[in-house]
């Protein structure tokens, strides 16, 4: 309660954006997506500077919300790093509701009926539209099993069929043409199935 007061004595009844992702430890990236997705309320006047105008009590709030539940933006959700020229980023969970993880191991099953048993990491990033070191973490990370380990890692294509099914990999977010390609024809699959 006590740093609280002092941001109280610290700082006006409304703050700017600049002053919320400093109180808060924050990126400017991360301070704009909590307050465009209303996670904190504040007044858009639609001005170039000092657009937004926050509640300095709204903020508080916030803090002591994310003192018990933890970061309250998603886990990829602002990057620095985007590539916009390829459109936005999209997943599998936009195409499949709760409970339809067996069509995706269907679907990659069909399409890669005649690919070999034995794949590495880098046939794996080819065959989801993901990239090598974002398969590479889910290596690492166990998410992805694996035969052999690093540097060479070597996986069976059933663990590639489980590993698709998982909301791990239904979740992820690409914009590339590959995983495009991949989501498209998931839906064209779909419908003449």
């Not at 610290?10 to 991360?30: D, H, N, V």
């Not at 465009?36 to 309320?41: E, L, M, S, T």
């Not at 007044?43 to 994310?66: H, N, S």
């Not at 390609?181 to 779909?190: A, N, P, R, V």
Request: hydrophobic share 35%; glycine share 6%; with cysteine.
């Amino acid at each position: 309660m006590k740093k609280y007061e002092e941001l109280r004595k610290q700082y006006p009844e409304y703050i700017s954006k600049i002053q919320l992702y400093q109180i808060c430890g924050i990126s400017p990236l991360s301070a704009t997506y909590l307050l465009q997705n209303g996670i904190i309320p504040c007044i858009d006047t639609g001005k170039r500077t000092w657009r937004y105008r926050i509640a300095l009590e709204d903020v508080i709030t916030y803090l002591k919300k994310r003192e018990k539940t933890g970061s309250m933006i998603p886990r990829g959700a602002v990057s620095s790093r985007r590539n916009y020229q390829n459109g936005p980023r999209v997943s599998f969970s936009n195409l499949i509701a709760q409970g339809g993880e067996q069509e995706i191991a269907e679907y990659f099953s069909f399409i890669y009926a005649d690919c070999p048993d034995i794949l590495t990491k880098g046939d794996v990033a080819d065959m989801t539209g993901l990239s090598t070191k974002t398969i590479l973490l889910f290596l690492k990370d166990g998410e992805l099993k694996s035969i052999a380990r690093y540097p060479h890692y070597v996986i069976p294509k059933a663990y590639l069929l489980e590993f698709v099914s998982t909301r791990r990999y239904i979740d992820c977010k690409s914009n590339s043409e590959v995983f495009k390609k991949i989501l498209g024809g998931f839906e064209l699959w779909k419908t003449a199935k």
